[in-house]
């Protein structure tokens, strides 16, 4: 089993330092990294690790938002991690490596992210409504 990193940040003036120290604490010895816009399609580094997996490595992130944009996103990506034969682990979510039957692990695990998911959607929306609310004031 080998533990994967990917880490992205938004822009080129952005800086990856402090998701990749976290990476390295989690112990993983293989990293992905890029500075490309979630909302593009098109991430070479993001496409490697996918390819790169292999059954039982552990796939980390230090949040979902750094894998995807929105809920479809995220739902393929992680599906993908899937069908490799990957876990998936998110360090700012609950850890339930104390749990030691896998199955159980990685449904409560899914359930968790699932609503991770719904939320971080909810919470786009809300932010583009609040951004049109405001430009139709300013208008």
């Not at 940040?9 to 490309?36: H, M, W």
């Amino acid at each position: 089993m080998t533990k994967i990193g990917y880490a992205r940040v938004s822009t080129r003036d952005q800086n990856l330092a402090r998701q990749l120290e976290q990476l390295k604490s989690a112990g993983v010895t293989k990293i992905f990294q890029e500075k490309i816009s979630g909302k593009d399609a098109d991430r070479p580094q993001l496409q490697k690790m996918l390819n790169y997996l292999r059954d039982d490595d552990e796939v980390i992130v230090v949040s979902l938002d750094r894998l995807g944009r929105n809920s479809k996103d995220l739902t393929d990506i992680i599906e993908k991690i899937r069908r490799r034969g990957a876990t998936l682990n998110v360090l700012n979510l609950p850890s339930f490596a104390g749990i030691k039957d896998p199955n159980l692990r990685n449904l409560i695990t899914n359930i968790i992210v699932e609503l991770y998911k719904y939320i971080a959607q909810e919470e786009r929306e809300t932010i583009r409504e609040r951004q049109r609310q405001g430009i139709e004031i300013a208008k």
